[in-house]
Antibody
Framework: QVQLQESGPGLVKPSETLSLTCTVS??????????WSWIRQPPGKGLEWIGY???????NYNPSLKSRVTISVDTSKNQFSLKLSSVTAADTAVYYC????????????WGQGTLVTVSS | QSVLTQPPSASGTPGQRVTISCSGS????????VYWYQQLPGTAPKLLIY???QRPSGVPDRFSGSKSGTSASLAISGLRSEDEADYYC????????????FGGGTQLTVL
């Protein structure tokens, strides 16, 4: 069973870059079986898809965040990462890493999520 | 504002059958599969239904999904207290380079 675990700072200052890592266990990011995604959920609100990466490095981002987002993969560590630049309070959310079985599918498996607060 | 439209709340009594609707457009539900998730308070979403009406192993058959045109629905029969949660629909949207879109969520209360 593939499991996902997010890690990274829980507090980020405005205008700085949010950086999170997702560690994959029970499977390999380079297997080609999944697309690896990031999704976020502001407190008390709904879900927003941020983007995904394939093991080859191919990415697709939400147009509303595209100018600030970078998702990368490190096959040697079996991890993939999210960077979101120039953050504001509106970026405060629980960030989830997830996996999808095909290129046009919503996630089929999720990490437990990590809360990131943007505040000075 | 979410791309997919769900009612913000729903309710039912134990044993009852409840349905939650999800409305979209030709670029998402109309041309792609619909997924449903259950989110209990303080936890990550859990996949309930994939590819419109398929249940992952371990999901009770009390949960069922259907799709017609640009709308979909989730039905829960034999309602139980532990079904009280937020439910989200999702689909791929073919706009621009494509992205996953979600409904705003429906909070289900078991009375």
């Amino acid at each position: 069973q593939v499991q996902l675990q997010e890690s990274g700072p829980g507090l980020v200052k405005p205008s700085e870059t949010l950086s999170l890592t997702c560690t994959v266990s029970g499977g390999s990011v380079s297997s080609g079986s999944y697309y690896w995604s990031w999704i976020r959920q502001p407190p008390g609100k709904g879900l927003e898809w941020i983007g995904y990466i394939y093991y080859s490095g191919s990415t697709n981002y939400n147009p509303s965040l595209k100018s600030r987002v970078t998702i990368s993969v490190d096959t040697s560590k079996n991890q993939f990462s999210l960077k979101l630049s120039s953050v504001t309070a509106a970026d405060t959310a629980v960030y989830y890493c997830a996996r999808s079985s095909t290129i046009t599918a919503p996630p089929c498996g999720w990490g437990q999520g990590t809360l990131v607060t943007v505040s000075s | 504002q979410s791309v997919l439209t769900q009612p913000p709340s729903a309710s039912g009594t134990p044993g009852q059958r409840v349905t939650i609707s999800c409305s979209g457009s030709s670029s998402n539900i109309g041309s792609n599969y619909v997924y449903w998730y259950q989110q209990l308070p303080g936890t990550a979403p859990k996949l309930l239904i994939y590819r419109n009406n398929q249940r992952p192993s371990g999901v009770p058959d009390r949960f069922s999904g259907s799709k017609s045109g640009t709308s979909a629905s989730l039905a829960i029969s034999g309602l139980r207290s532990e079904d009280e949660a937020d439910y989200y629909c999702a689909a791929w949207d073919d706009s621009l380079s494509g992205l996953a879109v979600f409904g705003g969520g429906t909070q289900l209360t078991v009375l």
